[in-house]
C-alpha cells in the first residue's frame, strides 16, 4: 500500500544492498524516524525496569538505591547539598544529563516516592546499586547493550539516556457524571455542569432549555421516554511525557489496552 512509505524503502533498500545489510537499509528511513524507534525501545525497557522496582520494592515510599535528581528532587535537601559547593568555572554542557544521587539509608526519609527517578538505557546515565542486575538481565534477554555501545555503524544506536521520573502526580483533576441517550452522541461536546455553571452565571438561555424534540411520538399519542445513560467524565492535567490512559488504568485498576475491548 502507498501508505507504508517506510515499510517500501525499507525493503528496496534491501533489494538493493541485499537482505543481510539491515544497517544500510535503515539508513533510508528519515533520521526522526529512527530516533522515534530508539526512543521508544528506550521506553519499552523503562517501562520493564519499572515493572521491577515497583513489584519488588516499595512502592509508596523510596528505598536506599533509589536515584533522585540533585536539583529536582526534594527542594530543601537539594539546597542544603548545594550549599558551600564551590561554583565551577566553566559553564556546563547544556546537553549533559543532571546530576543524580543514589540514597542511603540516612537520607531516604528526606525524599518521597515521587522524586524517585529511573534512567532510560544509555552510555552516560548512573544504574540504580538495586536494579544494575535487572538493567543486565533485560539487556541480555533482548540481545543489545545500550550502556556499554560507545560506537556503532548505525549512529543512532549509540545514545545517551535520561532520568524520568518514575511516578507523577494528577493535576488539576475533575470528574462528573453526564447524562446522555444517543450511543452516537459526542460526550465530548456535551454540556458539563461547569460550564453550566458559567453560563448560569452569565444568565445564557441553555441548548437544554424546551421540550425535548428527539423523544418519538408513540402511535397512541403518548411520549416514549427515551433509556437514559451515564457516562464519567474525566478532566486533568499531566507533566510532559506522562500518558493519560496510565492515568485512566491506575484509577480504574485494569488495563486500558486495545486487548481488552476486543475479547
Excluded at 550502556?147 to 494528577?170: D, N, P, Q, W
Excluded at 421540550?211 to 492535567?237: H, I, N, W
Amino acid at each position: 500500500p502507498r501508505f507504508m512509505h517506510l515499510e517500501a524503502s525499507l525493503l528496496k533498500a534491501l533489494r538493493e544492498y541485499g537482505s543481510t545489510q539491515a544497517v544500510q537499509a535503515l539508513i533510508r528511513i528519515p533520521r526522526s524516524m529512527r530516533l522515534m524507534y530508539i526512543h521508544s525501545f528506550q521506553s519499552y525497557m523503562w517501562n520493564l525496569i519499572v515493572s521491577v522496582r515497583l513489584s519488588n520494592f516499595d512502592a509508596d515510599k523510596p528505598v536506599p538505591g533509589d536515584l533522585i535528581l540533585v536539583t529536582g528532587g526534594n527542594a530543601k535537601n537539594a539546597a542544603e547539598e548545594r550549599k558551600g559547593e564551590e561554583e565551577e568555572e566553566e559553564e556546563e554542557d547544556p546537553r549533559a544529563l543532571p546530576k543524580v544521587k543514589v540514597l542511603t539509608e540516612e537520607d531516604v526519609h528526606n525524599y518521597t516516592i515521587f522524586d524517585v527517578v529511573v534512567p532510560t538505557l544509555g552510555t552516560d546515565i548512573v544504574l540504580p546499586p538495586h536494579l544494575a542486575d535487572e538493567y543486565k538481565k533485560i539487556q541480555e534477554h533482548l540481545g543489545v547493550d545500550l550502556i556499554g555501545t560507545t560506537k556503532h555503524s548505525f549512529s543512532e544506536a549509540v545514545v545517551t539516556g535520561t532520568y524520568r521520573r518514575m511516578l507523577c502526580k494528577v493535576q488539576e483533576f475533575e470528574c462528573e457524571v453526564l447524562k446522555y441517550t444517543r450511543d452516537d452522541e459526542n460526550l465530548a461536546d456535551l454540556e458539563s455542569r461547569f460550564e453550566k455553571n458559567t453560563r448560569s452565571r452569565s444568565n445564557l438561555p441553555s441548548s437544554d432549555d424546551g421540550p425535548d424534540t428527539s423523544v418519538a411520538a408513540a402511535a397512541g399519542g403518548g411520549a416514549v421516554e427515551p433509556v437514559q445513560k451515564c457516562a464519567l467524565k474525566l478532566r486533568f492535567t499531566l507533566p510532559s511525557s506522562s500518558y493519560a490512559t496510565q492515568a485512566v488504568r491506575e484509577l480504574m485498576k485494569q488495563t486500558v489496552g486495545r486487548r481488552q475491548y476486543d475479547k
